[in-house]
């Protein structure tokens, strides 16, 4: 049985180097492996169940999240929240929301920029989007957990590089019915529906819709600085419908 887990793992790692994207398919394993080691996902024992399981969340969700009041007002260590908010997951629904939005525009966009380059990308917005919510909500106690904010702003980078790319989406108002539209179409709707949602947004626990427009504006306008002009047409394999499990407050 080792045997056949360590050999699953061998040939899973030369897959990953032998991709043509391997720091979005590394980010994706490590936020699942961070979730499935952490209490949120509820399947370790060792945390216990019920309320004492609920403690031990919380208590994890605010050593590892961002909390705005305490990242202004806290010492030097709580700056490196917002880095390692990006790889915790509030819940099951939120980490594999995230990560198929990676997995369907990160590949590409990666190709594109470079694993230098995509590394720093992704880590930097995704840094600056949760910072900008801090900046807004200066007096929030919630910890604020998820990549969606570096998730963001790789789907703005990629409507930049990628305007003409045809994008599956799972339409609720369709029944969920596969529909295929060009990302010029798809992303400003998934971003236009973030601004709405963050109007609307009430106080205390929910999702950051802040953090998402933040990275989203920070992909697109760094892609448009960065990068001449827009790619050729191509297609994208499959993509969920256009609204992302976002940053998490627990």
């Known amino acids: 049985m080792i045997r056949k887990w360590s050999a699953s793992i061998v040939?899973?790692?030369?897959?990953?180097?032998?991709?043509?994207?391997?720091?979005?398919?590394?980010?994706?394993?490590?936020?699942?492996l961070a979730f499935l080691a952490g209490p949120a996902s509820g399947l370790n024992p060792a945390y216990g169940t019920g309320d004492e399981l609920l403690a031990v969340q919380r208590a994890y969700f605010r050593r590892w999240g961002v909390i705005p009041a305490e990242l202004f007002e806290g010492s030097a260590g709580y700056a490196l929240t917002p880095a390692t908010a990006l790889f915790v997951h509030g819940s099951w629904v939120h980490l594999l929301g995230n990560m198929l939005f990676l997995y369907v525009f990160g590949a590409m966009t990666e190709e594109r920029m470079g694993r230098v380059q995509f590394t720093l990308f992704y880590v930097g917005c995704g840094y600056?989007?949760?910072l900008g919510y801090a900046v807004a909500n200066a007096d929030s106690e919630q910890s604020l957990v998820g990549a969606s904010g570096a998730i963001s702003a790789v789907l703005g980078a990629f409507l930049y590089l990628f305007p003409r790319a045809r994008v599956t989406s799972l339409l609720p108002f369709l029944f969920f019915l596969p529909v295929r539209f060009p990302a010029w179409v798809v992303l400003p709707f998934w971003a236009a529906l973030q601004w709405l949602a963050?109007?609307?947004?009430?106080?205390g626990?929910?999702?950051?819709?802040?953090?998402h427009l933040i990275g989203f504006g920070l992909g697109f306008g760094y892609a448009s600085v960065r990068y001449g002009r827009p790619t050729s047409p191509t297609r994208v394999k499959a993509a969920p419908a256009p609204a992302p499990e976002g940053e998490n407050q627990p």
């Open 11 to 32: 040939r899973a790692g030369r897959s990953v180097r032998g991709s043509s994207a391997p720091v979005t398919y590394s980010l994706i394993a490590l936020c699942c």
């Open 128 to 130: 600056l989007a949760l």
């Open 205 to 211: 626990p929910g999702v950051a819709y802040l953090a």
């Open 198 to 203: 963050a109007g609307r947004a009430p106080d």
